[in-house]
């Protein structure tokens, strides 16, 4: 099943924080985080394994609740490049093919000055 | 580093037409992915590649797409005969053999179907 992020959409001015979640519910391998931006690849931005916890960037963390399966990623002190949608991809437990990501519907991060 | 390179970048195409895309994932890596975004949805898997083998398509739509990944380097993705539906992006990515690494993406084809 999809994860479901929330929120939807977030607002900020430049400096202000954000935290946007993903919850599977489903038992969870990993959660990797990406940030796209219109008409752009998306961009990797961190894998959080279970078990583990992994930074990717200095100002942008993420966790990993796996009783929960739920992850958040939080954006500190927002600049105007954090722009962009957000995307969480959950790899489940099991499987045949390791690397399928299940995506959820996407985050729309929009900083202003 | 090239990252992944798709094209076209844009295809508009009439329904009952063939249409064909391609990906160029980056050198050495033997992981290749498939996924589609329809408007409004969310990026949803098609298919993946371990060099030139399928290991998973569960995600393709119907026998009306076919992926080939010649010689483990590039793949193509083509569609025939096109839908409405098939409307939307297709993005590739690809990764380096092994768990847990990241996938590199690329910037996609927009594909409309007429």
């Known amino acids: 099943q999809q994860p479901v992020q929330s929120p939807q959409a977030v607002i900020l001015r430049e400096g202000e924080d954000a935290v946007i979640n993903c919850s599977s519910s489903k038992a969870l391998y990993s959660v990797h985080w990406y940030r796209q931006k219109h008409g752009e690849a998306p961009v990797f931005l961190m894998i959080?394994?279970?078990?583990?916890e992994q930074k990717g960037h200095e100002k942008i963390s993420a966790s990993f609740n796996e009783k929960k399966q739920q992850s958040s990623l939080y954006l500190t002190a927002s600049q105007l490049s954090y722009s962009g949608t957000y995307f969480c991809?959950?790899?489940?437990?099991?499987?045949?093919?390791?690397?399928?990501?299940?995506f959820g519907q996407g985050t729309i991060l929009t900083v202003h000055p | 580093e090239a990252g992944v390179t798709q094209f076209p970048s844009h295809s508009v195409i009439e329904k009952g037409q063939t249409v064909t895309l391609r990906c160029d994932p980056i050198?050495?890596?033997?992981?290749l992915y498939w996924y589609r975004r329809v408007m409004g949805k969310e990026i949803k898997f098609l298919l993946h590649?371990?060099?030139?083998?399928?290991?998973?398509e569960s995600g393709m739509p119907n026998n009306r797409f076919l992926a080939e990944r010649t010689g483990g380097t590039y793949s193509t993705l083509k569609v025939q005969p096109a839908e409405l539906e098939d409307s939307g992006v297709y993005f590739c990515a690809s990764s380096r053999s092994g768990m847990n690494t990241e996938a590199f993406f690329g910037q996609g084809t927009r594909l409309t179907v007429v």
């Open positions: 050198s050495g890596h033997d992981n």
């Open positions: 590649f371990v060099k030139e083998s399928k290991q998973d």
């Open positions: 991809g959950t790899e489940g437990l099991g499987g045949t093919s390791y690397g399928k990501l299940t």
């Open positions: 959080l394994l279970k078990g583990g």
